[in-house]
Structure formats: structure tokens, C-alpha cells
């Protein structure tokens, strides 16, 4: 019986784990530069607005964006998602691109945020933004 509930312990710690998707990566025939440039015009156009980008080390992050539910400013509760991109030169004349969406579900009260995790059910976003970004260079 032991043998039993330790197993299936084990398989609820390790569902969550084993939801979260990989980052989707494509490698674009460009020097670091321009990737990092055209990526930055692509988000914008598309309406992802960035929080946080750090050339040196090749990460932008941007805000997240609402994918259902209310906000009324003091309350809010829904499920939103933010983008972090990772932009590393392979060499002088390639450079990866790895997108990854972090979905989480919001509730607000009085200016507190409470977020709880949420694991995505597909990776078209972030597939779609790869190709746009192909699209540009």
C-alpha cells in the first residue's frame, strides 16, 4: 500500500513539471544585431509591450496581456500571458531565437496581485512570433 501512495504522490509532483512546455527555438541566417532589432519592431507590431530588455545578456520580457476575465483597476480575475525571448548569436552570421509563453491566472484585490501558475495547451504564439520574425529578416 505504501509502494501504492508513494507512486502516486510522485505523479502529482511531477504532472505539473511535466506540462510546462519547452521554449520553441529556430535559428534565422542573421547576425545578432539585426535579430535582436527586427525582434524588438516584431513584438511592438504585433502589440506586446516590452517590460524588461537586456542586450547583454540577450533577454527581453514583456508585459503581460489579458487573455480572458475582468480588470475593474482595484479588482481583477482572469487568466493573462507575457513572452520571454532569448536572442543568442550561434555565430557571426546566425543567431537562435527561443520564445517562451508563461501563462498564469490573476486575481486583484485593492492593488495586490495574487498569481498562480498555469501550464499552456498549445505554442502558437509563440511559433506565430518566430515566424513573423523570419517574415522581417
Known amino acids: 500500500m505504501r ?8 505523479a502529482l509532483v511531477v504532472a ?10 529556430q535559428t534565422f541566417a ?15 507590431h504585433l ?6 530588455a537586456d542586450r547583454t545578456i540577450g ?8 487573455l480572458e476575465g475582468d480588470d475593474y ?8 500571458h507575457r513572452l520571454r525571448i532569448h536572442v543568442k548569436a550561434v555565430d557571426e552570421a546566425r543567431t537562435s531565437v527561443s520564445v517562451e509563453r508563461i501563462m498564469f491566472k490573476r486575481e486583484r484585490i485593492l492593488w495586490m496581485d ?11 504564439v509563440e511559433k506565430e512570433l518566430l515566424a513573423a520574425i523570419g517574415k522581417s529578416l
Open 3 to 10: 509502494g501504492v501512495t508513494f507512486v502516486l504522490l510522485l
Open 59 to 66: 533577454w527581453i520580457t514583456t508585459e503581460s496581456r489579458r
Open 16 to 25: 505539473p513539471i511535466a506540462g510546462a512546455a519547452d521554449p520553441v527555438t
Open 30 to 44: 542573421a547576425p545578432i544585431d539585426r535579430a535582436w532589432t527586427t525582434t524588438e519592431t516584431v513584438l511592438k
Open 73 to 80: 483597476g482595484v479588482y481583477a480575475k482572469g487568466t493573462r
Open 47 to 52: 502589440g506586446w509591450d516590452i517590460e524588461k
Open 114 to 124: 495574487k498569481d498562480e501558475p498555469v501550464a499552456a495547451s498549445d505554442q502558437s
